[in-house]
């Protein structure tokens, strides 16, 4: 490299004779990658998200009725890129979803959703509490025999969802247990 430069670059001024390999040339970098963006004040507001969430790979796994509200984030001077903004919202997010993964996990269908037998029940006893005895009894009765079979519905079809279908899929699952 000091031949081709004539030895005028910082590398070969520094003493650095291999700091360039024209062997492996590397790919020019976009330049909207280094653009930065600056904010003197980025604020997103919180957002309620009610979601009914489906994914099937590798296993199939569904929430129905999950509440969130993520809340809302503040910043002050910002300069950056917009991928590293992006990294760190995205971030924010998991990090917001880890803290609530007891939240996530209540209302998961594989495990019953805790969360929608609770909401049952607190409107059956509220119920029982509020309206005249024999109305109040029939509306918990009602909300408790909702839970109980929601529940039992919910687990029964996650458990099948994730059970192989036809005998290609029992022949595939056969063999994958036998390595």
Do not use: M, W
Not at 42 to 50: A, D, E, I, K, Y
Not at 108 to 127: E, F, M, V
């Amino acid at each position: 490299h000091a031949d081709e430069c004539g030895k005028t670059c910082k590398a070969c001024k520094a003493g650095i004779t291999d700091a360039v390999d024209n062997a492996y040339p590397l790919p020019p970098l976009p330049l909207a990658e280094f653009r930065y963006i600056c904010f003197a004040e980025l604020v997103v507001s919180s957002l309620p998200l009610c979601v009914d969430l489906q994914l099937s790979s590798p296993v199939f796994v569904s929430f129905t009725g999950l509440t969130l509200t993520f809340p809302e984030v503040r910043l002050a001077g910002v300069a950056t890129t917009r991928f590293v903004l992006g990294q760190e919202l995205l971030a924010h997010c998991i990090a917001f979803l880890l803290l609530n993964s007891p939240v996530l996990l209540s209302s998961c269908d594989l495990l019953g959703n805790p969360a929608q037998i609770y909401r049952h029940l607190k409107t059956g006893l509220s119920d029982l509490l509020s309206l005249p005895l024999r109305d109040g009894v029939h509306s918990l009765a009602r909300h408790v025999s909702s839970a109980s079979l929601s529940s039992v519905s919910a687990v029964s079809d996650s458990i099948r969802r994730n059970l192989p279908t036809g005998p290609e899929g029992a022949a595939l699952q056969v063999h994958a247990a036998a390595g």
